[in-house]
């Protein structure tokens, strides 16, 4: 799998959204949960991709929802992420 090219994280760091490279519309994107934010592993939740920003923030947003992001979501640092295997994004070492 690609590697991130954006990652938005929520203010506890535990839900966001992932930007990744595609090969049919060039990117998309993928609501995440952070299992380990230590160890910077994640899980694309349920293999959902949105091909904009706003339309995987918008998952978050749906009343069926289980998952509550805590706060507005902010960008930070991909240099530490290489891959994504088995939808955990793994650290670059």
């Not at 506890?12 to 299992?35: N, R």
């Not at 069926?64 to 994504?84: A, D, E, I, S």
Request: charged residues 20%.
């Amino acid at each position: 799998m690609p590697r991130p090219i954006t990652l938005w994280l929520d203010e506890k760091k535990s839900l966001g959204v992932a930007e990744l490279q595609d090969p049919v519309f060039g990117t998309s994107f993928h609501p995440i949960e952070c299992t380990s934010y230590s160890k910077e592993e994640f899980v694309i939740i349920a293999n959902l991709w949105y091909t904009t920003y706003t339309g995987a923030r918008h998952y978050f947003r749906a009343d069926t929802n289980r998952y509550l992001p805590n706060g507005r979501m902010k960008k930070v640092c991909t240099t530490l992420y290489n891959v994504v295997k088995g939808g955990g994004l793994v650290e670059n070492n």
